[in-house]
Nanobody, 115 residues
Framework: QVQFVESGGGLVQPGGSLRLSCAAPRNIFSFAAMGWYRQAPGKERELVSSITNRGSTNYVESVKGRFTISRDIAKNTMTLQMNGLKPEDAALYYC?????????WGQGTQVTVSS
């Protein structure tokens, strides 16, 4: 594995939930910080949430209280639990180090929120 691999996206109704998973290309603690990014058509890529190797978390204001970032150390993965999804959350979601590494961008996982 030479890239981050995202999974868990799908089509949900407004107010629904999804849990995204991210398999890292190496030990997650080798990254000072990792995070979830998203990019909607015609928009710039946005860092949604991050977590440091100490466990400190950060969220963009628009998702605070709805999204939760976490790690599964045993599986060397990172997750993003998304609740109360809104149409404006629809995007292609990626995980990567923070700041992002050009070498590690994966294919992303698509989140679609119907209305």
């Amino acid at each position: 594995q030479v890239q981050f691999v995202e999974s868990g996206g799908g089509l949900v109704q407004p107010g629904g939930s999804l849990r995204l998973s991210c398999a890292a290309p190496r030990n997650i603690f080798s990254f000072a910080a990792m995070g979830w990014y998203r990019q909607a058509p015609g928009k710039e890529r946005e860092l949604v949430s991050s977590i440091t190797n100490r466990g400190s978390t950060n969220y963009v204001e628009s998702v605070k209280g709805r999204f939760t970032i976490s790690r599964d150390i045993a599986k060397n993965t990172m997750t993003l639990q998304m609740n109360g999804l809104k149409p404006e959350d629809a995007a292609l979601y990626y995980c990567n180090s923070v700041p992002g590494s050009r070498d590690y961008w994966g294919q992303g996982t698509q989140v679609t929120v119907s209305s």
